[in-house]
């Protein structure tokens, strides 16, 4: 079974529906552009993130499988009476990736006659994202492998799966600086909360890049100090395949008051390490 799922919203009133439902702008999803984004509650945390594609007049929303039929009904609820239909075509493509030798920038697209290839940046060199019908040769790494895991983690991207939704405000996650967020564009649900957060409150907490030792943390884990205090959650991890047994990378959200202290989780230390794009202070 894939690791990830593969929503189609189509429909005259499609791309307006998404404009009032997802974090992004969706009007800046184009042939040659795909967009990172959100779908929030009503109290601004981040029921799942996925990453959104452009099929013709369609869109192709890309999310971890565990989070998919959930997400399909609770969308459904906000149809009422647009003309847009959403459908699971999980089984019809296929979501592979590539490490190496990648010829598009970051949130590129490109199409040929099987599917699409996406491009992104990990921080230490380009990899790609290929989309294709299932029924294509299939030559690449499944996208779930612990390699594009690890590659994900170093380019800094937040995947929020059953473990971890709900819990996390989009700026949490670092979508502002990923532009998972246009702060513009007018309503979606948790959109107050968001633009509070943004304009008057201060961010506490975000995703951080970590170096773990011991035994894997998985997401939903605990970030602790020296003293047992929880203070954050982690949100994916993966390890070195290459590197000595129990030794890997992570992405958490963590408590800005508590990175001068030892962390660890359960079973593993960690240890701070940067992000490939900057992080300003507020």
Excluded at 14 to 36: E, G, H, K, N, P
Excluded at 115 to 143: E, I, K, M, V, Y
Excluded at 263 to 281: K, Q, R, V
Aim: net charge negative.
């Amino acid at each position: 079974m894939s690791a990830y799922a593969i929503l189609r919203i189509s429909g005259s009133d499609a791309t307006s529906f998404l404009q009032s439902q997802l974090s992004a702008d969706i009007t800046d999803v184009t042939r040659q552009c795909y967009l990172l984004a959100a779908w929030c509650d009503a109290k601004g945390r981040a029921l799942c993130t996925l990453r959104v594609l452009a099929d013709g007049k369609d869109f192709l929303l890309l999310l971890p499988a565990d989070l998919a039929p959930a997400i399909s009904r609770r969308l459904h609820m906000y149809v009422l009476r647009a003309k847009v239909s959403i459908a699971d075509e999980s089984a019809d493509w296929v979501l592979q990736a590539g490490i190496e030798e990648a010829t598009l920038s970051h949130g590129e697209v490109e199409r040929d006659a099987q599917g699409f290839w996406l491009g992104l940046d990990t921080g230490s060199g380009p990899a790609l994202l290929r989309l294709q019908r299932a029924d294509a040769d299939n030559a690449l790494a499944p996208a779930g492998s612990n390699s594009w895991q690890l590659a994900e983690i170093d380019a800094g991207l937040p995947e929020i799966t059953q473990a971890t939704s709900g819990q996390f405000v989009p700026q949490m996650l670092n979508l502002h600086w990923l532009g998972g967020i246009d702060f513009h564009k007018g309503c979606y649900p948790g959109q107050e909360v968001v633009a509070r957060l943004q304009y008057r409150g201060r961010l506490k907490q975000h995703l951080f890049r970590l170096q773990w030792h011991g035994e894997q943390p998985q997401p939903g884990d605990d970030v602790l100090t020296a003293d047992g205090k929880r203070q954050g959650t982690v949100i994916r991890a993966a390890h070195e395949a290459e590197a000595e047994a129990g030794t890997g990378r992570l992405l958490a959200v963590i408590r800005l008051t508590a990175l001068e202290q030892t962390l660890a989780t359960a079973a593993a230390s960690l240890t701070l390490l940067e992000l490939p794009y900057p992080t300003p202070a507020d």
